[in-house]
């Protein structure tokens, strides 16, 4: 990667941790529910999203400063469904990045509550952004909600619960991943193009950008599991085999999955190509995610 | 009771029910995650919240159709927290209502994404509403945020979940009752005087008394778990005794209890007076709640 790319992100991650702790540490919370939420906040993550939103806005030469409030939402929204994905009755994980998970480091209840209240909260920090107008705040708040909701993330994490195994078909799953996980990654790059006051058809392309990119992050989290480096990762890998999970190397091979991926990188490629943002850091970004290695 | 009052608030059950039930059946949904939320839903429940918001809205002469879309939204928010407060990490409850819980009925991991769902589309339903404006649909999301969030209900549960058994003062229970229960009480109220365009003196009046009856409310919930009849409630009695959970009646005693909530019961009637809304079915609906069997 670029090392300007590299210093880039280094620099918006330290941005965005900041951003978040300090709203955290404005409210009035009981101590027990403010150790917690602050605790999963900062055991970190890539700040991915945040980071997709702010290069589309930028790329698309909107006011990056307007960013700032959508994505840290953004990021709590994402937080919350860690913590309650990891719970005993959803994936039951002890580790992420190497650290205890929520419910472990505190307790079932406290996860449960730290998770809802992540949610809930995100959806203030926009409605009292003082850099949106009323009609950006309904715009960010729907599509949030949208996402993240009962037709986006939460149905993509039922069906997952109750499909684990039972998955023949690459449609199947790959109709799971677009709710699970490519709803909040489309969100971050539709949020950043509107408040760069993209035109429809951007938005449209920037919308199927979104989507693709999100294939090329899942099909690489399965490849990971099985060529991962655990002390890399912060996680156990082999898990999905263990689980006998259904994922793309394992509906479609080793090499299928690589390929499949591949096309789904040409595919972002194009669509950028189309909205004049080809050689920006968003390429870049592109073959990171598809080349990771956490 | 009037019994135009009750035939009032049964024919606005219904209405609720059916909006409830309408909404949720026009989502796309995996089939598990509809069945859990509109049997959470179905399980009915006093539609006490919005019942409220709408006396509140038509004793002030407001567009009383505007409460419809606040309404729902609230009752979900509700809903959410009934199923999530149940959960075995929580309160573990098996019954609500004579029925099973949510997670008894199917499983922990529906339970908590149902009532994620839930949640998360209460705010898309309000920023969805096609009556609003963007300013009042901005004005309902940040209130319920901020009544529902880490410095409201879940800040209330978190600290329910803590102190069980250890309160001494009255004034610490009261506290978190005021966030668990009276911060969405008074929601319901100050969203009613909100969309009637009531005056500033009466927006804080109406808090006031949200806030009040909030009170009213919980110390007739603690003298049920002593005296109230279990096949009307359709949940065990005695329980916080069992559990040695502190209660109005264990630190006031029953009589200092009774004493207690009738000393708000006559602020919440000076407040209805002082809003000129006196005499309205709001005033018998106080009473209602002082008295009520379930």
Known sequence: MDPNLVTYIKGEQGRFNQLLIDYLNGLTMPPLLKKSTIY??????????????KLTCEGLNGNVDKVYPAAIALEMVHTYSLIHDDLPAMDNDTYRRGMLTNHKKFDEATAILAGDGLLTNSFHSIANATCYSDKEKVFIVSKLAQASGLEGMVAGQSMDMQAEQGLTEVDELEHIHQLKTGKLLTFAVVVGAYLAGASNEIMDKIEQFGQTIGLVFQIQDDILDIIGDQEIMGKASGSDEGNQKSTYPSLLG???????????????????????????????LVDYLSNRNQ
Do not use: C, W
Not at 41 to 53: E, T
């Open 254 to 284: 080793f090499d299928g999955a690589m390929e499949h991926k591949n096309r789904y990188v040409q595919q972002a490629k194009q669509l950028l190509h189309e909205m004049k943002l080809e050689g920006t850091y968003l390429e870049q």
């Open 40 to 53: 999963s906040i900062k055991a970190g993550g890539k700040r991915l999203r945040p980071i997709l939103m």
